[in-house]
């Protein structure tokens, strides 16, 4: 079991940045893959960014440039936000993949952008 704790949501105007945090405890050393997702109100979940195990990353084209994904320490990282844009607003989940590729979700973080 992986438990997975977000902090550093909150309300920004646009342009403004935030960073949002998650760590991770439990079975840590079965993860490879963290993090974050997001879902604005009547969309479906969407991938923002993640990182492996080995550095590498992968970002959604509406953040890319804006958003850098990095790992704290070993069980920690974060999602540094730039340049933040209304339709950036929703609810940001944290997210890791074990290596038997299961699944584990944290209770998610609100992050609103004001126009």
């Known amino acids: 079991q992986v438990q997975l704790v977000e902090s550093g949501g909150g309300l920004v105007q646009a342009g403004g940045s935030l960073r949002l945090s998650c760590a991770a405890s439990?079975?840590?050393?079965?993860?490879?893959?963290m993090g974050w997702y997001r879902q604005a109100p009547g969309k479906p979940r969407e991938l923002v960014a993640i990182?492996?195990?080995?550095?590498?990353t992968n970002y959604a084209d509406s953040v890319k440039g804006r958003f850098t994904i990095a790992r704290a320490n070993a069980n920690t990282i974060y999602l540094q936000m730039n340049s933040l844009k209304p339709e950036d607003t929703a609810v940001y989940y944290c997210?890791?993949?074990?290596?038997?590729?299961?699944?584990?979700w944290g209770q998610g973080t609100q992050v609103t952008v004001s126009s």
């Open positions: 997210y890791s993949r074990n290596n038997w590729g299961r699944d584990y």
């Open positions: 439990g079975s840590i050393f079965s993860i490879v893959t």
């Open positions: 990182i492996t195990n080995s550095g590498s």
